[in-house]
């Protein structure tokens, strides 16, 4: 019996193991160097894809990957531009007793410890802080500019200091008058400091949410939630932004959608969506999602309770578009919130204008929005590209 099989997981590694699950199907069906890059990298400071704790998604890693890494040649493995860590990864997997696995020798891959082509080098500390101090140096002499290019830091220090000073001495010359003279100026009289201008008044509009084209790059069912998926989707964040994270050399963020039970799991995998990046991330049964995949559903009629049985569609953007498109409705075209402050309620107060026409297309339906009295027509929802985003079937439907 492998170690793991007794090992206990948090909802978030549960999560996690799935994903690898996931990873090593396709690198089942080809490998990918992009997946490789990433995971050599995942593995350069981790023992197994969790850290340290042992599971079975080491186990399927390791066997999609087994194959390969025995056809490596020795500057594959540790060259310069090798994947050393993947390596040791499949060397420790088909050795170690905690994963249960009993490999006839003869079909192990084999390893040399000492078999290894580059060692990126150390780097000195001292010769490193000296070097960040020189170019800040560098760039304070650069961003004062005229006279003082040349100076350092601490000359232009010096000289702004000396400048103070001087001015202090003027003025304590001119308020004594020199010899004599008794009486001291009046002091003048302090300007009151204007206040601040307010600030601009937000707009109404639904373009204070942010529409975008996500690509789904994997779904699996979340293992604490029936009704929930999890899914990771490229939605044109940049690197190291806030509630991402990176898979498979994409930056992504991590989703959670009330679609199990109502889209197959099969149609979110590797899909395009449009989604809602700028609602505030909230906690899912352990799981934090950081954005809302939308989905049509019919409107319900006056005095109607909401069961949450479908049918459910999700709303398409145009096959070419990419991932991270900002996607608006027309005519309501403009910058959205950085992130909706829950208090103002602009989701709440522009959704129930979100609908499906008779051409399948999704819009806005101003006028439905009490707050926008005076305004109505339809705008169609639409990619910067300028393509028209859709469902399948459903009609008169609420985009929620």
């Not at 190291?240 to 099969?266: M, W």
């Not at 309501?332 to 709440?348: D, H």
């Not at 026409?357 to 305004?375: I, M, Q, R, S, Y």
Request: proline residues 7%; hydrophobic residues 40%.
């Amino acid at each position: 019996m492998a170690a793991f099989d007794s090992q206990t997981y948090t909802p978030a590694e549960e999560a996690e193991i799935q994903q690898w699950l996931t990873t090593s199907e396709r690198l089942k069906a080809g490998s990918d160097a992009s997946i490789l890059d990433s995971l050599n990298t995942h593995l350069a400071s981790r023992a197994t894809l969790l850290g340290s704790k042992p599971s079975k998604a080491d186990v399927a890693i390791y066997e999609s990957l087994a194959p390969l890494v025995k056809a490596w040649s020795p500057e594959q493995r540790s060259g310069q531009a090798g994947h050393p860590h993947i390596v040791r990864h499949v060397d420790f997997v088909q050795n170690s007793p905690l994963f249960g696995l009993s490999v006839a020798d003869a079909d192990k891959v084999t390893v040399d410890p000492n078999e290894v082509l580059f060692v990126k080098p150390p780097v000195d500390a001292k010769a490193e802080k000296e070097r960040l101090k020189k170019e800040k140096a560098a760039a304070a002499a650069a961003a004062a500019g005229g006279d003082g290019k040349d100076k350092t830091l601490v000359d232009r220090t010096k000289d702004a200091a000396g400048k103070v000073a001087e001015k202090v001495a003027e003025a304590a010359a001119a308020v004594t008058g020199g010899e004599g003279k008794q009486q001291k100026k009046e002091k003048k009289e302090k300007k009151a400091r204007a206040p601040p201008p307010p600030p601009a008044p937000t707009v109404l509009s639904p373009c204070l949410i942010d529409l975008r084209v996500g690509h789904i790059l994997k779904a699996i069912k979340h293992p604490e939630a029936d009704s929930l998926y999890v899914s990771t989707i490229a939605m044109g964040d940049k690197a190291g932004a806030d509630d991402t994270s990176e898979y498979e050399g994409q930056v992504v963020r991590t989703v959670c959608s009330g679609l199990n039970g109502l889209v197959p799991l099969e149609e979110m995998q590797g899909r395009k969506v449009v989604v809602v990046c700028n609602l505030k991330p909230v906690k899912m049964r352990g799981i934090k999602s950081a954005a809302m995949v939308l989905a049509a559903s019919p409107r319900l009629k006056e005095g109607e309770a909401d069961d949450h049985k479908g049918p459910v569609e999700l709303v398409n953007p145009p096959a070419d578009a990419k991932a991270g498109e900002r996607v608006y409705f027309e005519g309501w075209a403009g910058e959205p919130e950085k992130v909706l402050n829950p208090k103002k309620k602009i989701w709440e107060t522009f959704q129930p204008g979100f609908t499906t026409t008779d051409a399948l297309e999704v819009a806005f339906d101003a006028g439905v929005v009490p707050e926008l009295e005076g305004k109505d027509g339809l705008g169609k929802l639409v990619t910067e590209s300028g393509g028209i985003c859709t469902v399948k079937s459903l009609q008169g439907a609420q985009v929620r």
